[in-house]
């Protein structure tokens, strides 16, 4: 008796406890350094950030930055490291900046010889369904690599928008809830075992 009200108690709380695969996770741009101009010879600095990290649709950046800041830009001026025409600008110093849709984006700093020196990155973002079995290396391009409301990309021409400070060149933003943290995935999954568990010695007690 005890044993099977524990399941049961266990099933209900499983089910209300979100698919882990469907929180979002904030993933600090460069960790410690934050979005600045590498030193020594980084070249690969974020790129190589990048690929540590698993993207998927509705993760954030968040960008922290003085005196800087970031544009999303195309994959041609990416390569060219040209900031005359980016999709988007972000100015504020601390950019969350959200991806609503799969693929990969560009970001570069909008200083003059900034992104010469390394201060660009590629991520690419997967689907749900693709996060296990997804590469995170971008394709070659040459060089490698809070507080603010987060907004989603825009859904045409596929590219982002993000926080305040920033000046999109097209779409409205739709607002996102801020996600605790990277961890938060495996953190859901862990509470619904250790509440599980609890569950299961109370009933135990309770029939004892």
């Known amino acids: 008796m005890a044993s099977a009200l524990a399941a049961t108690i266990c099933i209900l709380l499983a089910a209300s406890v979100p698919p882990s695969s469907s929180m979002p996770a904030v993933y600090s741009v460069g960790d410690v350094r934050g979005w600045a101009l590498p030193s020594g010879n980084g070249t690969e600095t974020y790129n190589h950030w990048a690929k540590k990290n698993r993207f998927q649709v509705g993760d954030v950046l968040d960008f922290k930055y003085v005196n800087d800041s970031v544009f999303l830009v195309n994959h041609d001026d990416y390569k060219m490291c040209s900031t005359a025409s980016p999709v988007s600008r972000f100015t504020d110093g601390d950019t969350k900046f959200a991806f609503d849709r799969p693929g990969f984006f560009y970001f570069v700093s909008g200083v003059p010889g900034h992104c010469e ?11 749900h369904s693709a996060l296990a079995a997804a590469p995170a290396s971008p394709p070659s391009a040459g060089f490698g690599s809070a507080s603010s409301p987060v907004v989603s990309a825009p859904a045409s021409p596929g590219y982002g928008s993000s926080a305040g400070g920033s000046t999109p ?4 933003p739709s607002p996102l809830a801020e996600p605790s ?8 999954a862990g509470f619904s075992l250790v509440t599980c568990l609890l569950a299961g010695v109370i009933a135990m007690i309770a029939f004892a």
């Open 117 to 127: 020196a390394g201060q660009r990155m590629i991520v690419r973002v997967v689907a």
């Open 169 to 172: 060149t097209s779409f409205g």
């Open 181 to 188: 943290g990277a961890s938060s995935r495996a953190l859901a």
